[in-house]
């Protein structure tokens, strides 16, 4: 009997470090990405929601219409649509575009970035002569028509007698559960709730699909939330994915995120290795009005609504006037500075800068030869 | 028949004596409760005027009782002299919308009574055993 015991024993004791091992092998490939919220002193609300903060983050969007507009699921059609082809005069090709400006201004409408909220603890009465009237939680809801979520009076009366508001988290089950809300769950789902589910997703660069669900699953001012988000932008700075996010209502907030947590270097970095130095310089504009630490802010402040209203560029351009090539050069030597005084990777970001100005002068000079042929210099 | 909405029919008589009362919709072994104004005089599977909100008497998940009030609702129809009957006025009270009902004082009450009093047994029998150990 004892020796069944002792291996009865034993076997356990091999199982648990197994498991322990297992445990050990999982989070040693874990990502040790830490999520930071905005949870501090400032709140970046009146920042993010600031008219030049705004513009300056759906300019960094880079909207592309083949993109924004992409067909993404079939759900609801059974067939696929073939698109409609029409001669249109030039009013109405004007009246479509500003449609379709419109509808994908609403597309492209930002998650809020926000802090996060206090939780309630609000006891409105004690009752000690309601102990043991019952062993479970009464949750009252006011369902009275027309009331917004957040102000909807929702109380618990507790077993020991307390009379008191709910906190968030059972606010936002109860509001689920008598005004039901599509596509958020009452238990959070499993791609969220389990770790391991979410770090495969991230591996498999599902960004976009994990920031969409996460903003119908939680409220923006969740600390949920902003763990979930900052885990996914910071994945997103790390691997440098930051194509997989433009044109996106998501990339607005990853560029405040970055900026307001002082790590945008990276996506300095890219902007200048793929040579868009005008989002360069709208990025660092984007530093300066949340952080004011830029040294050269005045030319930064003079270029910023120069560059705003001209063009997105999506490809490269083949030619160039010569206020581009003005604007363009302005640009970079503002970026030479920041990358001096400000930048936290300067030997990249300078060989970056090198780069494109090799490419420039060549695009100049292509430009220029091309207008003397044409014989309009 | 098609059976009446669970919102309510809302024909009533204006003069007649209006009650706010709970009103069984689960099934077998699953209570769950309607709370609805309805005639006095009416029966319970009679269709009632108005649903006022809901209340779930098993403990879900999280051991929690759900209930939903229309307190909007429920204070029109107070005002126009409905009578509450004695379960939803124990709930409004829990709810801090009425004092606290004093049934349910009475019935915490008991419930404690009885606790002490099963722990008392309980521990007389332990006592009890003891002895008989001993010996």
């Not at chain 2, 689960?26 to 009632?48: A, D, M, Y």
Request: proline share 6%; aromatic share 8%.
């Amino acid at each position: 009997m004892s020796l069944f015991k002792l291996f009865q024993k034993n076997t356990k004791n091999v199982i648990n470090h197994y498991n322990n091992l297992q445990i050990t092998a999982i989070s040693s490939r874990k990502l040790s990405i830490l999520p930071s919220i905005y949870d501090g002193e400032q709140d970046p609300g009146p920042k993010f929601f600031s008219s030049g903060v705004q513009a300056l983050l759906k300019r960094l969007t880079r909207p592309d219409f083949a993109k924004v507009f992409r067909k993404r699921t079939n759900s609801n059609l059974s067939v696929l649509r073939t698109p409609k082809y029409k001669f249109l005069t030039d009013e109405e090709l004007k009246a479509e575009m500003s449609k379709a400006n419109q509808t994908a201004a609403r597309l492209l409408q930002m998650p809020p970035v926000v802090k996060v909220h206090e939780p309630i603890n609000e006891v409105l009465s004690k009752d000690p002569a309601l102990v043991g009237y019952d062993t479970s939680k009464y949750l009252f809801t006011d369902i009275t028509f027309g009331v917004p979520n957040e102000h909807r009076l929702i109380v618990e009366r507790n077993p020991d007698g307390t009379l008191q508001n709910c906190d968030h988290d059972t606010r936002k089950r109860l509001n689920q559960i008598y005004f039901p809300m599509q596509g958020r769950k009452v238990r959070e789902p499993i791609m969220f709730a389990d770790e391991e589910k979410f770090n495969g997703l991230l591996e498999a660069e599902k960004y976009e699909y994990i920031l969409d669900r996460a903003c119908i699953q939680y409220e923006p001012d969740e600390p949920n939330y902003q763990k979930i988000t900052s885990i996914t932008y910071q994945h997103v700075d790390m691997k440098t994915n930051f194509n997989l996010l433009r044109s996106t209502r998501h990339f607005g907030p990853l560029v405040f995120y970055l900026t307001w947590h002082q790590s945008m270097d990276n996506l300095m970095l890219e902007l200048l290795q793929s040579g868009i130095v005008r989002e360069a310089v709208l990025l660092m504009g984007l530093r300066h009005a949340i952080h004011e630490d830029i040294t050269n802010a005045d030319e930064v402040n003079v270029l910023v609504p120069q560059i705003l209203p001209t063009p997105v560029q999506l490809t490269k351009p083949e030619t160039l006037s010569e206020e581009d090539i003005q604007m363009d050069n302005k640009c970079v030597d503002c970026i030479a500075k920041y990358i001096t005084n400000n930048s936290a990777m300067k030997s990249q970001q300078e060989l970056a800068l090198q780069g494109f100005r090799e490419d420039y002068q060549q695009l100049v000079d292509l430009s220029r030869g091309l207008k003397k042929a044409h014989g309009n210099a | 028949m098609p059976l009446p909405p669970a919102s309510g029919t809302g024909r009533y008589f204006v003069k007649a004596a209006k009650s706010i009362r709970l009103i069984r919709q689960g099934c077998t072994n699953r209570p769950f409760f309607h709370i609805s104004v309805t005639h006095r005089k009416r029966l319970n599977s009679q269709p009632v005027i108005e649903q006022l909100g809901s209340y779930d008497p098993m403990p879900n998940f999280n051991n929690e009782k759900l209930v939903a009030l229309n307190l909007e609702r429920i204070k029109f129809w107070l005002g126009h002299g409905a009578h509450v009957s004695p379960p939803v006025a124990e709930l409004l009270g829990l709810a801090g919308f009425f004092p606290i009902h004093p049934r349910s004082y009475m019935t915490a009450w008991r419930n404690r009574r009885t606790e002490r009093e099963n722990s008392e047994k309980q521990k007389e029998a332990e006592a009890a055993a003891k002895t008989a150990d001993a010996a």
